[in-house]
């Protein structure tokens, strides 16, 4: 088992900035990939942003330009910088890993809320 503790969400106005954190623990064994989604009320869950142990990042088209996804391999943990708001981030963020420990793996986070007010 993988556990996923997130952090930073909350309340901002539209053009602020905001830094969520996730850690991941327990049976880890080889992180492929670690990063973020976001689901919005009456919306399908989406892909924010994600990179591999080896540095290689992705981006949903939204919000290339404006958020930033970075890890720190040693401490299993990943980051979002999300900097000019918008009031359409408004969603509850969860993170993501997957990697192999006997096997693959795909867990989640419990997801934490972002609401950007304009």
């Known amino acids: 088992q993988v556990q996923l503790a997130e952090s930073g969400g909350g309340l901002v106005q539209a053009g602020g900035s905001l830094r969520l954190s996730c850690v991941a623990s327990?049976?880890?064994?080889?992180?492929?990939?670690m990063g973020w989604y976001r689901q919005a009320p009456g919306k399908q869950r989406e892909l924010v942003a994600d990179?591999?142990?080896?540095?290689?990042?992705n981006y949903a088209d939204s919000v290339k330009g404006r958020f930033t996804v970075s890890r720190d391999n040693a401490k299993n943990t990943v980051f979002l910088q999300m900097n000019s708001l918008k009031p359409e981030d408004t969603a509850v963020y969860y993170c993501?890993?997957?990697?192999?420990?006997?096997?693959?793996?795909?867990?989640w986070g419990q997801g934490t809320q972002v609401t950007v007010s304009s």
């Open positions: 327990g049976s880890i064994g080889s992180i492929i990939a």
């Open positions: 990179i591999t142990s080896g540095g290689t990042t």
């Open positions: 993501n890993v997957r990697g192999r420990y006997w096997g693959p793996y795909d867990y």
